[in-house]
């Protein structure tokens, strides 16, 4: 299972920008798809969640300028960012949960290799 990330790059404060993320290989379903994030000298952080079936989860920091949404057909997440600021500069991860691939048993877990996103004036 490979997930790869994309869309970062940099922005100034006040825009937008728009990362997709995309889970590939012999996947039966995937429980829950979600973005982190990891600033320099920090922990990564959740930044939003979304299970195959349920309500979106936003870190209280990003809620009302960041939006999740999910294709569970193409086993992809995005991470649509508005209102950007200066804070949300990161390395934001792409997180797959709760991944069954085809012939397992056992659910896994896999993170992308990560995309930058730099907001800066």
């Known amino acids: 299972v490979q997930v790869v990330e994309s869309g970062g790059g940099l922005v100034q404060p006040g825009g937008s920008l728009r990362l997709s993320c995309t889970a590939s290989g012999s996947i039966s379903s995937i429980n829950t798809m979600g973005w982190y994030r990891q600033a320099p000298g920090q922990q990564r952080e959740l930044v939003a969640r979304l299970r195959s079936h349920g309500t979106p989860d936003y870190a209280d920091s990003v809620l009302g300028r960041f939006t999740i949404s999910r294709d569970n057909a193409e086993n992809s997440v995005y991470l649509q960012m508005n209102s950007l600021k200066l804070e949300d500069t990161a390395v934001y991860y792409c997180?797959?949960?709760?991944?069954?691939?085809?012939?397992?048993?056992?659910?896994?877990?896999?993170w992308g290799q990560g995309t930058q996103v730099t907001v800066s004036s």
């Open positions: 997180n797959a949960d709760g991944v069954l691939v085809v012939g397992d048993r056992m659910l896994s877990t896999y």
